[in-house]
């Protein structure tokens, strides 16, 4: 059966420090992956989405880039954090079934940025 | 995409059925109506979907009317577990999905 991991669960981070969140799926081949944020009390964005090892699509401009150096590995990165970069990060995958993508997520990781 | 409709929160009762409705009045043709589930602080659980007909699966069904300008996802048997927002989404066969607000469902003992 497929899985998906994320780590860390939680990260507290200074403003201006670096990120790097990983995510890794295991039990499937060629997955869709994404990246969602969910800010508090609010409802899901997505930042980045991936078809293949070195393709990424960003739905939104910000400071945080994304990289899939394997097929089933995802990394959301940043250089330099915000405040505004707090909330609860979320990886995702899916496979097209029967016609239409199921998606399944990830635990998260709920980064706050002090 | 089309727009979805949910009622902001809703209540029931532990043991009897929850009647969740979306309306979705611009759905076009070729656009799928999807459900999905938050617990809090976890992430989103892929409920179940459907095109035109009805839809059953082990964790709900789905009733879309004739129109498709409307559904109904049922949890038959509710239980204090199924306490989550739930998101109706519609989506053309794509892998892009936009989560709105949803309905938070709390089941009461």
């Known amino acids: 059966s497929q899985t998906i991991h994320q780590w860390p669960a939680t990260l507290v981070q200074p403003v201006g420090s670096p990120l790097s969140l990983e995510c890794t799926v295991e039990g499937t081949s060629n997955p869709n992956l994404y990246w969602y944020r969910q800010a508090a009390g609010r409802g899901l964005q997505l930042l980045f989405y991936?078809?293949?090892?070195?393709?990424i699509s960003s739905e939104v401009p910000q400071n945080l880039s994304a990289s899939r150096p394997q097929d089933r590995q995802f990394i959301l990165s940043s250089k330099k954090l915000l405040l505004s970069d707090s909330g609860f990060y979320l990886c995702a995958w899916s496979v097209q079934i029967g016609g239409t993508y199921e998606q399944y997520f990830g635990p998260g990781t709920r980064l706050t940025v002090t | 995409d089309a727009k979805t409709t949910q009622p902001p929160s809703m209540d029931c009762a532990e043991g009897r059925a929850a009647n969740l409705p979306c309306n979705h009045s611009?759905?076009?043709?070729?656009?799928?109506v999807y459900w999905y589930r938050q617990i809090h602080s976890q992430g989103p659980q892929y409920i179940i979907h459907?095109?035109?007909n009805n839809e059953t699966n082990e964790m709900a069904s789905l009733i879309i009317t004739e129109d498709r300008k409307s559904s109904t996802l049922i949890l038959p048997h509710a239980t204090l577990r199924d306490t989550a927002v739930y998101y109706c989404i519609v989506r053309y066969n794509d892998y892009k999905l936009s989560f709105g607000a949803g309905t938070t469902v709390t089941v009461r003992a």
């Open positions: 991936s078809v293949g090892i070195g393709q």
């Open positions: 459907g095109l035109k």
């Open positions: 611009t759905i076009s043709g070729n656009e799928y």
